[in-house]
């Protein structure tokens, strides 16, 4: 339905109701947070107290990223990193801030059910590039295509502002425990709070 969210990727996934909630359960490197993913103080304000999905694509995923909802893009803002891999071990080594130091695209979606949606690709161990195939600015209907990671695993975060998705209750349950959920891409992951 229109009030439903999607999975973005074929992926391993976990959801929060919260940043801080991630941190505690799951992101354990000690740099993370939403100015220091976005490298934008005043777009990492609007996802204070935001919820997150974590989609982990492995090295055997089908390596293309999908719009979790409907709305219009803004432009894609590249930002210079390394590529430590992204599996969980890694993720969950406080010394090690992989999300926040890896090659990253940014994009926000404005939806007309979620408000602001920030998506973010993330390169990892061997994935030569993040290759964006939507248009920048324009209109993006929830299951387009946005992208594709050339080669590997990587991951893509999307944030939705405070209170504005409510997840499907399996997914919080799994991602509390913390016990990565395999997601289908276009599978529904939770619906607008409204």
Not at 32 to 44: C, G, M, P
Request: glycine share 8%; proline share 4%.
């Amino acid at each position: 339905g229109i009030n439903a969210e999607y999975g973005p990727a074929d992926c391993r996934l976990h959801v929060f109701k919260d940043i801080t909630q991630a941190t505690e359960i799951w992101i354990k490197g000690n740099s993370f947070s939403v100015a220091n993913l976005v490298k934008n103080e005043t777009l990492a304000k609007l996802f204070e107290g935001g919820q997150l999905v974590i989609a982990r694509l492995a090295p055997q995923d089908y390596h293309r990223f999908h719009s979790p909802v409907s709305g219009t893009l803004s432009e894609f803002t590249s930002i210079d990193g390394v590529f430590y891999t992204v599996n969980p071990v890694a993720v969950r080594q406080p010394t090690v801030n992989v999300y926040t130091e890896n090659r990253r695209v940014v994009t926000t979606i404005q939806s007309p059910e979620f408000g602001t949606v920030l998506f973010i690709a993330i390169g990892a161990t061997m994935v030569g590039s993040i290759v964006m195939t939507a248009r920048e600015s324009s209109p993006i209907h929830k299951g387009d295509e946005l992208g594709y990671f050339a080669f590997g695993g990587s991951t893509c975060l999307v944030l939705f502002q405070k209170d504005k998705v409510k997840f499907d209750a399996d997914l919080i349950l799994n991602s509390i425990k913390p016990i990565e959920t395999l997601v289908k891409m276009g599978e529904k992951l939770g619906e607008a709070a409204l």
